[in-house]
């Protein structure tokens, strides 16, 4: 970076400032560099271009909505308005559905509730022979993260990936996956085939709504915040689908609510998983439940 740039990431950092945003320094940074990268200079029509980029940031749009982007684990995917935002929390999430399915020569793994399609589309890139089946209620979710994938298999957004390896589906939890003849072979009749289930799902309740900053607020989606009135209504569902589509000794995965680890591990408890554990993130806060479907299930 030059001292011409420096300069002006300092300008647009203190105009961010002044508006709010909670981190203007590397926010500046990103939008000079997204500029920089698309004009080869913040000067001239760059600069014209860097202004409104700024102004969107400073009326509190999410940086990620602002460049069109964000970054996840191995991979670049795109962001649109209207579907939730992938967060740094949940790569740790994604990360140990990783290192099970990795255990598995050929590992069928599900995700419901996908987004963008970061947790599907990370397990896909970095764990070679998996089979990635993903979900949404959303179908503006369901259109970005096959967007997403289209970019993966393209080679433009992180390492390369078979074009049959991931089935994303609209529709409610892994119900899609109940009725053959939409999708691929393999990808029909999974209950009681998946390896790992992993979700990062709405969870927060209901009541939360007021105390959201206005990236949250005025551009995630309710339906990918909110879980119900009391916030674990979908984690509840989904624990229970693991103890019919995981196969026995296989592993559930939920980002949880940092407030709700004892709720986490007595629901999982309850649905009859074993080896329930709840897991920090690099704050210390419970971030993840963790259990398995007991090897002794019937199929
Ligand atoms: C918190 S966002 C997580 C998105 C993505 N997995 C991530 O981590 O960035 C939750 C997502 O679940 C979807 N969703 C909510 N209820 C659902 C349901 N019953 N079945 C499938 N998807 C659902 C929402 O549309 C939203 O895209």
Redesign the pocket.
């Known amino acids: 970076m030059t001292g011409a740039d420096r300069a002006t990431v300092a300008s647009v950092a203190a105009r961010l400032a002044a508006a709010g945003v909670p981190s203007p320094d590397v926010d500046a940074r990103r939008l000079v560099e997204h500029v920089t990268e698309l004009t080869g200079s913040c000067d001239g029509c760059g600069g014209a271009l860097l202004d409104g980029l700024v102004a969107r940031r400073s009326a509190r749009e999410p940086l990620q909505l602002v460049i069109g982007r964000t970054w ?1 684990r191995e991979l670049e995917l795109r962001c649109a308005p209207g ?5 740094p929390e ?1 790569e740790i ?1 994604a990360g140990i559905a990783i290192d099970e399915a990795r255990q598995h020569p050929s590992p069928i793994v599900a ?9 599907a589309l990370s397990v896909a890139v970095e764990v070679p022979g998996a089979r990635i089946v993903a ?4 179908p503006a ?1 369901v259109d970005l993260a096959r967007d997403n994938l289209a970019r993966v298999l393209a080679g433009e957004a992180g390492p390369p990936l078979v074009a049959d390896q991931v089935e994303i589906l609209h ?3 892994l119900t899609p996956f109940r009725s053959p003849g939409a999708h691929q072979a393999w990808a029909a009749h999974l209950e009681g085939e998946v390896d790992v289930l992993v ?5 927060l309740p209901a009541a939360d709504r007021g105390s959201w900053q206005p990236e949250v607020a005025d551009h ?2 309710d ?3 909110v ?1 119900g009135a009391d916030g674990h209504e ?1 984690v509840d ?1 989904l624990l229970s689908a693991a103890t019919t589509w995981l196969r026995p000794g296989g592993l559930v995965v939920i ?1 949880i609510d940092e407030r709700r680890g004892a709720d986490a591990r007595l629901a999982a408890t309850a649905a009859g998983l074993v080896d329930v554990r709840i897991v920090a993130d690099l704050t210390g806060a419970d971030r993840a439940v963790t259990a398995r479907r007991s090897r002794a299930a019937h199929r």
């Open positions: 996840f579907v939730f935002i992938p967060r949940t999430v995700e419901p509730c996908t987004g963008t399609g970061a947790i979900t949404d209620l959303d979710a529709g409610d939890l979700s990062n799902p709405p969870y995630d989606p339906g990918a915040l879980g979908v569902r980002e």
